[in-house]
């Protein structure tokens, strides 16, 4: 019911920038998706939350992205947007776009995430 398709992984020095987004749809009866965000997996390493834009239009951001990476969304375009700049050999990681979804009477469903991009920051 929930999809979600990011693009614009790549490779890039340091010190370099890249925009991903994540196209989402909702195909449901009811509900809607409300609070989105970006998480990414490095090898080895669990998946951690990087940024997340609540249903309220917030934004948190995990303390080592503060300051470069901004998350934003077009509602009119269906997108979520992460802007990475000033990137890090050690954002190298598998990212992937992330939604809740609401329905009437329920806890909000987090299990929806998209196929992953991968991000490669190296010289």
């Known amino acids: 019911q929930v999809q979600l398709v990011e693009s614009g992984g790549g490779l890039v020095q340091p010190g370099g920038s890249l925009r991903l987004s994540c196209t989402y749809s909702?195909?449901?009866?009811?509900?809607?998706?409300?609070?989105m965000a970006w998480y990414r997996q490095a090898p080895g390493y669990r998946r951690e939350r990087v940024a997340t834009?609540?249903?309220?239009?917030?934004?948190h951001y995990q303390d080592s992205v503060k300051g470069r990476f901004t998350i934003s969304r077009d509602y009119a375009q269906n997108t979520l947007y992460l802007q990475m700049n000033n990137l890090k050999s050690e954002d190298t990681a598998v990212y992937y776009c992330n939604a809740g979804v609401i329905r009437l009477g329920s806890p909000v469903d987090y299990d929806n995430w998209g196929q992953g991009t991968q991000v490669t920051v190296s010289a």
């Open positions: 909702y195909s449901g009866s009811s509900g809607r998706i409300g609070p």
């Open positions: 834009k609540t249903d309220g239009g917030a934004t």
